[in-house]
């Protein structure tokens, strides 16, 4: 049995962003190059698994992971007849990689009643993931409060990020946003601290580990961070 070519098909069935959709063909294709002279088998597959050995572990875990999800969308298409799967890698940790071991924290206290231009800080990063450099490109007219979504635009590239309905019904009614969004580096940090001891790095690791935790994927991910690389979340994903 040959391994059909349903890229574009599978593609267009699923959600993705345009950076994660290109990421997503990139693998697939070089799995479908892979497959040309061969037939789909488990064997082949773990042919293709060594193949790939030579890639860092995070990248070997994208391309199987990326693999896995084609075949069951064939599978389930009816485009094989056999659901084929291939065994994840398992990554040694290092010394370094066992010791870190982030917490998810909820943050209650960030989502009472608005009350300081910290706590408004403090929900943008928790909320967005954004830094202090993207807050103060900010307009209150990125917000649209009827469609409940957030518009930024970084180095040429638009994201849309979707508003959660508790950060809208705590900070819609703002009047001097952009007051804020003006102000230096130097002030957003001082009023993050009168409000937290954590730091805005510290709050825009916990956006990352709860979209972690509600399965984005590694692409996905970097597409919300307005990321070019997924360097700096690999570790998250180990």
């Known amino acids: 049995m040959k391994l059909p070519n349903e890229i574009d098909g599978y593609l267009a069935s699923r959600n993705f962003s345009e ?5 997503y063909h990139y693998d697939l294709v070089s799995l479908q190059a892979f497959f040309e002279d061969k037939s789909l088998t488990t064997e082949n597959l773990e042919l293709y698994k060594i193949q790939i050995s030579n890639l860092s572990p995070a990248a070997q875990r994208r391309k199987i992971s990326s693999a896995n999800q084609y075949l069951l969308f064939l599978y389930q298409k009816q485009k094989v007849d056999q659901y084929f799967k291939i065994k994840q890698v398992v990554q040694k940790k290092s010394q370094t990689d066992q010791s870190y071991h982030p917490m998810i924290k909820e943050f209650p206290e960030f989502y009472g009643p608005l009350t300081c231009p910290g706590q408004f800080l403090a929900l943008l990063i928790l909320e967005f993931g954004l830094n202090f450099a993207e807050i103060q490109k900010l307009k209150w007219e990125n917000f649209n409060w009827n469609f409940k979504y957030l518009t930024i635009e970084k180095a040429g590239i638009k994201r849309v990020l979707p508003i959660r309905e508790k950060f809208a019904i705590r900070v819609k009614a703002i009047n001097n946003a952009d007051e804020l969004f003006a102000k230096s580096r130097q002030f957003l940090y001082t009023e993050l601290k009168k409000f937290t001891n954590y730091s805005s790095k510290e709050i825009r690791e916990q956006y990352i580990l709860h979209q972690v935790k509600t399965g ?7 597409t919300l961070l307005g990321l070019t690389t ?3 979340l690999e570790k998250y994903y180990r």
């Open 216 to 222: 984005k994927s590694i692409y996905e991910l970097a």
């Open 19 to 23: 950076n994660t959709r290109s990421n």
């Open 230 to 232: 997924i360097t700096t």
